[in-house]
Every structure is written in C-alpha cells, then in structure tokens.
C-alpha cells in the first residue's frame, strides 16, 4: 500500500488540471463534486496508507527519482512515507475533503467559483507533497506552492483593497522567514552533501557536519535555527505573527483549511520532521520552546479583545501553534503533533462554523451579533464543541493534547513557560467563550442581520457535524486509555535498528511524560475559570465588560492594538525599506547617473570650447599643418625622446 | 659627390629648392589673393621637382626615374591648376571676391 | 555549412529580402523576419537533438578563412575565420535567442491610426524596422556561437549598431538621448572587450612572454585549450591579470552591473516593446555569457583571484537592484532594476567557481533571459490598452484584463524565484555556489530574495489588485485594444507568445534537467580546465 502514496497528492493535481480545462465558466456542481469526490478518494488512500504503516514500526519508505543533477551531486524528488506523514496525509486529506464540500455552500454564486476551487486543489496538493517530501529541497518546494496558494486565496476577492493588501503581507512575511529556511537548507546541503533527511539526520547526530571549519554542533544549530525561520514565518509565529490575522480577508474555508488545519501548521509539521536535527542543537531547541511560549500567550492577550469573530480565531490559531511549538521545544515531540491533529480539527471546525454565521449574518463583527442559538443550532452546538475542545475541558480533544503539552513543559523543567501556558489557557477559555456568547446567546444586536439569519444547508452541515465529531473524541487517540496509541505510532519513526538518528537523540524523542492527576485538574479548572468569566461578562447583556475595559484601559488598549507589533514593523521595516528605496533611487538618479551626465557634459562643454580653433581661413590651418611637420621633423633630425633609435 | 661633367653641386640645387619652397610657402600662407596663392603652390611644386631631378643623378643606381617623375608632376601641376582657376571663378562669380580671407563659411 | 552557420545566416537573409522587397507592407517585412527566426529556431532544435553528450565539445562547428593577414608586425601570418558551433553553454543561450526573436517579431505591432505625434514610425518604416530587428537577432546569434575572436567581435558590432537604430528610430519620443547613452557604454566596452580578447590570443601566443612566440590563433575552441595551460613564462600571470580587469571592466557594462548600469533602464524606458525584449531578454546576457566563456574558460585562475571581488559586486548588484526596483514608480524600469538584481546573482555563482555556482549562473541567464522578455511583452501589452505603465495611473487591472493579469502574476512569481519555477532552480544553484565559497556574503544576499518579492508584489498589488481605477476605465487609450464583447483580455495573437514564454519558465522548473544535461557538460569542461 505504501508504494501507492504518490497517489495521495496525484488526485488533487488531477482534479487541479481538471477543473483548469473546464475553464472559468464551468456548472458549480460539477466543479465541486470533482474535487470532493477525488479528494476523498486520496483520504480514504491515506487511511490506508496509515494502516499499512502501523503494521510494521521501520515504515520510512522511500522513493526517489533523479531531477537534477549538479557537479556531481543529484537533486532529487520522491516521496517518503513516515509515521508523522502518514498521519499528516490523514489530516490534511479528512479537513480537506470537508472543506471542499463546505465551499459549495459558501462560496456559491461567486463569479470565480470554479477559479476558488482550482486554487483549493492546487494547494492540497501542494500540501500533501510537501508531507511526502523526501529531503528539504522538495519541502521547500511545495513549502513555497502552499504558501502560493495561500497568497492566491487570501487575495481571491482582489477587487478588495484590503484583500490585496492582506495577501502580499502574507506572501512578504511568510518569504522573510522562507529566506532564512533557503539559506538554512543550503547550509545543511554543503554541510552534509545532501538534502536527503536521513543523510542530514546521521550526520547531524553523528557530528560530521563539516562547513567551513565550524564545528558539527555549530553548524547544526545554525541550520536549525534557520530553518526554524520558515517555520516561525508560516506558523506565524512571534515576530513573524503579523500576517495570519490580515489573512482573515480570504474567504472562510480558506482560513479553516489553510490558515488553521493545514498550511500553517507546516512550520510545526517542519520542526517535528526535522526532529532529529533540532535535538542535536539543543540552543536551537530552546529557542523553539520560548518562542512558542510567548506566541502562546502573546497571542491570547490580543485574541481577548478582537472584535471581528475571525480575528479573534486567528489570533487562536496563532497561539495554540505556539503551543504546539513550545512542546516541540520542551522536547515533547509526540505531543506536539498532537496537538497539531486535535488542533486541525477544532480550528477548523471553529472556522466553519464562524464562516456559517458570517454567511447568515453577512458580518464578521461580533457586536452585530447575538441571539443565533435559536436561528442556527446545529452551528450553535457545533461551535460550542469546537469552542470547549479548544478551551481545553474534558472530555473533549483539546483536553487531552493540551494538557500532555502543559505537563511535559512543567516536567521538563520549564516553570515560567508552563505558567506562560497556563494563563494562555486561561486567556483561550475566555475569548473563545466570548465569542460563543456574543455570537450565539443573548439577544440580537442588529434585527435586520438576524432576520436574514438561517442554517447554510447540508453541504455546510454535514463538515461542521463530522468535524464536531472528531473535536470531541480526536483525543482518544492518545490517552492512557488506548496506552498512549498516537505516541507508540509516531515514536516508531525512530524505532532501532532502521532509525537514522543517533541513540541518545532517539532517547530524547522517545521520552515519556506520565500524566499528572493534579496537572489535569489545575488546567480544566484554569479554563472552566475563564469560561465562568467570559459568562459573566457576556451571557447576559450588560455593561460588565465595558467596565472593565474602562478600567483597565491601558492594557485593554494594548491588546486591542496587538501590542503596537503591525505599527511597528510598519514605522521601521516598511518605511524604513522604502526610505532605503528612496535613497537608492536618489543615488542613482543624481550621483551615479549624474556622474555619467557630467561625462557627457564635459564631451559637449570641451567641444564647444575646441570650436573656436575653426577660424574658417584655410592659411591659418595650413600654418598649423607647417608648424606641426615642423616639429615632426625636429623630433626625426635631432632624435628627441630616442626615435628612431 | 657629383659627377665630374655636371658643374653645379648638389648643395646648391637643394639650396635652390629649399629657397623656392619657402617662397612657396610663405606666399600660400600669407598672401590674400587666390591667384597669388595659386601661383605659390606652383612654386613649392617647382621645388619638389628641383629635388626630383637632383636626386635622380645620386644614389646606388642613377637613372633617368627621377626627371621622369618631375615631367609626370608638370603634368598634374598644370592639370591641378586648371581646375584651381575654375574654382576660383566659380568662387569669384559666386562670392564676388578672390579674397582668401573672405571664403570663411567653415568658420566655428 | 553546419548547423550553426545557417542559425547565425537566417535572420541575415531575411534581412537582406526585406531590404530586397519591392514594395514594403508591415505584414510581408514581418513575415520575412518571423521566417528568418523561425528558420533558426528549428536549427538550433536540430543541433540540439543532435548534441553529442560529450564535455568541452564544440557541436556543428564550421569555419570558413575569411581572410588573412600577412607576417607584419606579427612574426607570423594571422588567418581570420568565420566560425561557428554550439557547446553546451552556447546552444541554449542560441535557443533562447532564436525562440524569444521569433516571439518578438511575432508580437511586433504598430498603432495604425495617427497619433498626436505623428504616424507611429513603424508602421511608417515597416522596412527598416525589421530589417534592423533581424540584424539584431543575426548579431545576437552571432555573439552566442562564435568561435573565432574576430567573428565574435563582428556579430557584437552588429548587435551594437542594429540595436542603436531600434532605440533611436522606433522608440518613444525623446529616445535619441537614450540610443546615443546606449551606444556610448557599449561601444566602450565594446572595445575594452577587444583589447582583452587581442590581448588573450596574443598572450596565448606567447607576445608577453620571455620566450619566443609561436603562431597566433583566434580560434575560441583552441584558445580554450591552450590559453589556461600556457605556462607562466609563456603568459605572465600579471598580464592576465590586467586582461582580466579589463575584460571584466567589459563585461560590467555589457551586463548593466552597477555602477556602469545606468544606460539599461535609460534604454528600456524610450525601447518599444520587441525592441525590449531583444535587450533585455539577450543582448544584457552576452556580458554573463562573456564572463563564462573567456573569464572563467580562459583565466580561470583570475576569477579565482579575483573571485571576492565579483561577488562583493554580485551581492552590491542584488541588492541595489531590488531597492531600487522598489523604488520605481513605472514598471519598464522596474523590469529594468529587476534583472540588474537578477544578474548580480549571476555574478555571485559565477565567482563562487564551483558546480553549482556555474551551473546556477547559467541558468540564470536563461531564467533571466525569458522572464525579462515576458514581463516586457505583458507591460507592453498592457500599455498598448492603457497608454501608460504608471503604477499611480493603474489599479485593478484583473477586472478588465484578467488573462493578462494573471500572466503578469505567473511572470513576477517566476521573477521572485518561486520553486517550479525556471527563477527558483536557478537562484538555488547559484546560492549554493554562493554559499560554498563566500557564505557570509552569500548570506547579505539572500536578503535579495525578500526584496525581489518585495517589490514584484508591491506592483502587482498596485497594478492588477485592487478596485478598477477610473483612470483605467474608459481612458483613450481603450480603443487600441478592445475585444468584440468590450473585453480588454488579450487577443488571441497575444496569447501564443505569452504562453509559450511561461511555459518554458514552467518547463524548466519543473523538469530543470532540460538544460541541466547540457549546462552540466559545460560546466565539466570549465571546470576540467580550471583545475
């Protein structure tokens, strides 16, 4: 089965293709059922695939083919099938296929409707190459495809200026970031003679990374770090966070598919395939864990006081991806792509569902919402799964892989990041519950909006239900219950005699966090702390939240800026560029070229001046003509300056 | 050395030329009238051929090649001379003048 | 005759029948010059298929005595050839040539109706502006598979010259300054590039040696072999370094390399547009392609020497290009500062002398080649329908002109270096080579690649994205291109080269072993010989 996981991408490119012959004219429905239909078929491949993996732990199945060769190396590109990309294949392909079906209903009668979709299949395909890749190269690859596709979709309603300006945001930020990647992997390419991970792997954990005279462990943590560059700028994570929250310009099914489920959970998705590599440059590890710490609780401040319902999602999203980062960097690996699985589901799920309200309500504004319990239910009830998986309340998914975060971050020894953590939960439960509370209960703030207010039909449902579902019970897959069943799956990765990394790395990835009865309670009871807040501020109308707003004005303020960050990089890398720009400009239009002018000039000028020497009299030039043979003549008689020997 | 039938020495024959040349010279150089000046370049022709034919009696293998040579300048003097009285005709039927310094239309 | 001859003469005939033509309609002369492209285009793809696959091997090479001077000053007689062949460096670049001319000519227009300021001149001339259009594309061929000095010294005159009328006759008002700036540089290089090269073959010879010379050939296949062994007696090393100053000094001007760029985006501002894709796309490669061929295949040892420098100059290239760019308020010159940018990187694989250094240069300079004259044929495209290319005057352009729109897109990802793309493959072999030999250097460098996303987004955005501007919408210039149904998009005509020119910078990213077969024979043989 294995061998067939080229097909996984291979029908979304299929349909890709498909839909770019149909042309730009082409029947909704069609469009859509092509794409959800071959989609599907590759997630049902990719449970297969999962499967088949399962059965035996040392599954790192390669293929590769020649692409490219250079002096005497070769470029290739392939696929390779992990325990991390088989579940990632499922993932991806599951909030896909759901997705699609989802934009039927919301992306109906858009004049770009079939357009919306070639874009969609293009970047799931781009997505599931990117998991199959088999060395960094093709990773970067399709890591830049997505993030394509992401620039394609956020400005799909171009005509919008903030859309415009939104997707070149994304695109420029995510490249400075992807900058640092490139030259990372260049790096490791010199260093180690390969792209392949598995030759980087053994070498990085065997020392015998060689660049320039730098020390294996030197050079490990200087890739890493700069590959961690990518991953910060398409996980936005801090200080490359800036452009998910802009990106909410992009249709709905976009922000769930790529901006919360898939594409940006890349850069984590990155960090954990290149493990191996990160354990061996333990200064590069922190860095990871303290970024994601502080993304985590960076972005719930700002999430508290966001008053358009898909930024507050969005600043969600940015957080529970420092959370996931933050246990990579604790060295709690198989938690992290935990959390990334639970995550993709109920992100996406919240996503959906506020792209259901937005659809009803045409709004995104949480203040002319209220009340829609009683208009849209099965959205209601959905959400607020979605909403309690996220808060992290048992039973439901976000509990499970959240709570194993914060107890491997306090096991390992990271107190203030586990508190970092831990006021992010609390932070998490409110603003999710305030948006539940503002949005669904309550009573309407704007009639004309509620009366207009109604369920999306089944094309939206049947996502939302499905997706409830795995919101709810994806955390079993990983419980005491199940001993630890996702854990065993991915730590077969490394498993002997197959593993390329060294023994001590695999110890370090291998290492276990027993859960801790009291962990768990403190943080169900730090979220069910924030929903009771949320409630109180915001279940019934009531001016308790404009007071304390009032009150503590300065902090409210600050986090309703996002910490002054977007003003900022503005005032000095924007403006500073264009100054820089400017100057260049002004340089070469005045110093360089003018130098060039004056050389002109100075042609033009002498000239003029040799004029006067045409006096028009033929007797004076002929004088001349005397007078110089006369001196030519001198020179040959009295052989001045040696001539002629 | 000259030869012993040939009375005139060598040095006087080019001091001859030299002489004529310089007339030449200074007439085309200064003299206003383009006659004048016509008449002048005749005479540092003549000086050439003064040398042509001096120089023909010297050498490793004296020949007739040098006075033969000075016939052929005649010749082209006199051609050359021709046309200078055309032009300046033209000139004079055009411009009124024969004056050097008046023809100055290449001037700056 | 071989192949290459025929690829070099085509274009030249057609010139002559178009000066031969009785009576001159735009369509015959156009015509005339497409069949001299496409004549060459069909050879090159013929030496191509039939390439042998061997390294430092010259393809179809023929060589005809053109005439010969007798032992003068020189103490033997020195035969001068007209000879042409392909290697693997040179066919590429020809087919590039070839396929871009064929797509410039084919896109050739003229506004038909008078304008303010007279008849368009090239509907006026038909004749003279294809003429000149194919003698360019007979000089540039030439440049590309010479394989005598003084051949190669002809076809660049004629490169110089042709293109000099191009600008001057058929461009904008005003585009005298600019032809004349054009001729000036070039032709100063021009001659600095003659000086470097005599001065090789002479060196080659064995003129500033203590030994005696021996006979002197302008052959390039056998300076190639003889010039980097001859011995340090033969050739001292102080004069190739001096050659090699003045060749790169050459090639700097030839190559638009700051500082000595400031006649390229002169040029492409007065250009029309063919003539701009001839410059652009090609006549600024043959300073890299020069910079290859007798820099790195004849004084290997001073690009080694000199290598820091080169990529000092490289990384300056990038990134005063990109800043620049981004500070252009008009996209001819923005395409300008791009492809300075573009070649710096060129610069910096080059000096790096590795593999993948080389190789990445190479590819460069085709990636560069074939994007440039796409961004050119697009903004030309547009400028006919919207009489200015002003970034202030333009603003949501996909609504009317999707097609072209999107294209545009394609070009500027292709420009920005997005993977799958010809940009991508390129700037990854030559960063590698960067980084092999200067990786702090390399490093500054990669800051180009922000830049160059930088300032393509910030014009796409302001170009296509974005709600229609009135200025836009309904200006004059509306009626040059409106379709049946009112529709701005491209026409039919425009379409082809469009989406041959992307499908190549599409092909070559995706399966970059296309050229990688040909360039990796080059590079072997370069670097065999460098030791």
Redesign the interface.
Known sequence: MVQYAWLVPLLPLVAYVFLLFLGRKAPEGIVAGVSVVLTAISFVISLFVFQAVGSHPNGNDTYVFHWLTVGSRNFDVGFQVTHLNALMLVIVTLVSALVLLFSKGYMHRDERFPVFYQYLNLFVFSMLALVLSPNLLQLYIFWEMVGLCSYLLVGFWYFKPEAALAAKKSFIVTRIGDTGMFAGIILLFLASGSFDYSTIFSAATAGTLSFHGMSSGTVATVAALLIFMGAVGKSAQFPLHIWLPDAMEGPTPVSALIHAATMVAAGVYLVARAYPLFVSAPAALHTVAWIGGITALLASLIALTQRDIKRVIAYSTVSQLGYMMMALGVGAYAYGVFHLMTHAFFKALLFLAAGSVIHALDTQDLFEMGGLRRKMPLTTYTFLAGALALAGIVPFAGFWSKDDILGATLASGHPVLYAFGLLAAFCTAFYIFRVFFLAFTGQPRDEAKYEHAHEGGWVMAVPLVILAAFATLAGFFNTPLNHHGLERYLFADYAAPHSAAGTDVVATIGQTYPENIGLMAVSVAVGLFGILVAALFYWRPGKGAERAARMFSLPYQVSFHKFFVDEAYEWFFVGGGKRLAALVRWFDVYVLDGLVQLLGRLGSVGGRLLRFSQTGQIQTYSAWATVGLLVFVAIAVFRIGGVFG | MAPANFPIPTGSLLALGVLLFCIGLYGALTKRNLIIVLVSIELMLNAANINLVTFSRLGVAPSLSGQVFSLFTITVAAAEIAVGLALLIAVFRLRRTSEVQDLNVHKW | MSLAFWVVTAPLIAALLILLLPKVRFTAAKVLALLGGLVSLVLVLAAWIGFPGTPSLFADASSVTWFSLPAFWQSTSLTVNLAFGFDGLSLPLAALTAFVVCLAVFGARGRAEEAGDGLDPRVAHPRSYFFWISMAAAGILGVFSALDIFTFFVALEVTLFSSFFLIQLFGKRGSNRAAT?FL?YRGFATVAMLVALVGIAYGAAGYFGSASPTAITFSIPQLLGTVSHASAAQFPAYYRGALFLVLLLAVFIEEAF??F??WLP?THAYADTPTNMLIGGLLTKTGAYVLLRFGVGMLPDQVHRYGTLIAVFGVINIL?GA??A???KNWRTLVAFGSISHMGIVLLGIASM???GL?GAMFMIISSGLLTALLFYLTGAIESRTQTLDMAQLG?L??RMPMLSGFLLVAA?GSLG???TSG??SE??A??GG??RF?AL??VG??G???S???L??A??KT?????RTAVDGGPGFAAGGGRDGSLDATPPEYLPTVLMTLFVLLIGIY??LL??LF?LS?QGL?GIGG
């Open positions: 700036k000036i700051v500082p760029h400031t002169t005063y800043f620049a981004w500070a252009q590795t593999a993948a190789q949501g996909s609504k990802l997005l993977p799958l991508f493959i990854i072999q960063f590698i980084f092999d990786p390399s490093f990669v800051v690649l922000i830049l996303a930088v300032y987004l910030y796409i955005q296509t994205f974005g709600p229609l970059p072993n990688g077969h990796g590079v670097l």
